[in-house]
């Protein structure tokens, strides 16, 4: 069945830092989705990617969809503390293993 | 709107007993999922509904697992007999249109079975 994969799996920056986390499904995807789960809460979805290569920005966060549609990824430029949570790409429903930053000030 | 509702927050109880978590999906979402999490196996997709109908139960880990919706506003996943290692946090999440768009997540249901 389709997979998605994340990388890597934990992450601890500096504020002020970039960060980078990656996504890769085993199959080609309609569309991608993203979320934030900050410690002890709930997924909340961030942004959702449908066209080949497309790329989303909110503020800081830079976000990829590869021209396969297989892979994609989250760019968080310059970090802040309240950048720190797990962060989630999604496909058809399935969930990458999540992407955990910390971020000491 | 209050979004997703999901009762109870946390429920702790003895092996072998049934589970009920409840959930209220926001109006008008037409897509209603169930998830498990756990640190081992991260989010997995249990199983999930459109307009009220079980469309993909594949991710149920067994038969001690089933899940129901009898109407647009409310849904149920049930345990019996419950184990320790269904021990994990279950969210259920609705939303409008399928896969094409947001996920709106409740707050989940911490369950501990001891």
């Known amino acids: 069945g389709q997979q998605v994969m994340q990388i890597p799996q934990y992450q601890h920056v500096q504020e002020g830092e970039d960060f980078t986390t990656y996504c890769n499904s085993s199959?080609?995807?309609?569309?991608i989705q993203w979320y934030k789960q900050r410690p002890g809460g709930h997924p909340v979805f961030l942004i959702q990617?449908?066209?080949?290569?497309e790329v989303k920005k909110q503020k800081r966060l830079t976000f990829q969809f590869g021209e396969a549609k297989k892979n994609s990824s989250l760019h968080i430029t310059a970090t802040q503390t309240t950048d720190v949570g797990t962060y989630f790409c999604?496909?058809?429903?399935?969930f990458g293993a999540g992407t955990r930053l910390t971020v000491k000030p | 709107d209050a979004g997703v509702i999901q009762s109870p927050r946390h429920e702790v109880t003895e092996m072998g007993q049934e589970v009920t978590l409840r959930c209220k999906p926001i109006?008008?979402?037409?897509?209603l999922f169930w998830y498990r999490q756990t640190m081992m196996r991260g989010l997995e997709l249990l199983i999930y509904?459109?307009?009220?109908?079980?469309?993909?139960d594949s991710g149920m880990p067994e038969d001690r697992f089933s899940a129901k919706m009898p109407n647009a506003s409310f849904s149920t996943l049930k345990i019996q007999p419950s184990e320790p290692r269904d021990s994990a946090v279950y969210f259920c999440?609705?939303?409008?249109?399928?896969?094409?768009?947001?996920?709106?997540f409740g707050s989940g249901t911490r369950l501990t079975i001891v």
């Open positions: 509904f459109n307009n009220n109908v079980p469309i993909d």
């Open positions: 990617l449908v066209k080949s290569g």
């Open positions: 999440a609705s939303s409008w249109a399928g896969r094409n768009y947001g996920y709106t």
């Open positions: 999604a496909g058809r429903g399935r």
């Open positions: 199959t080609t995807l309609s569309n």
């Open positions: 109006s008008g979402h037409d897509y």
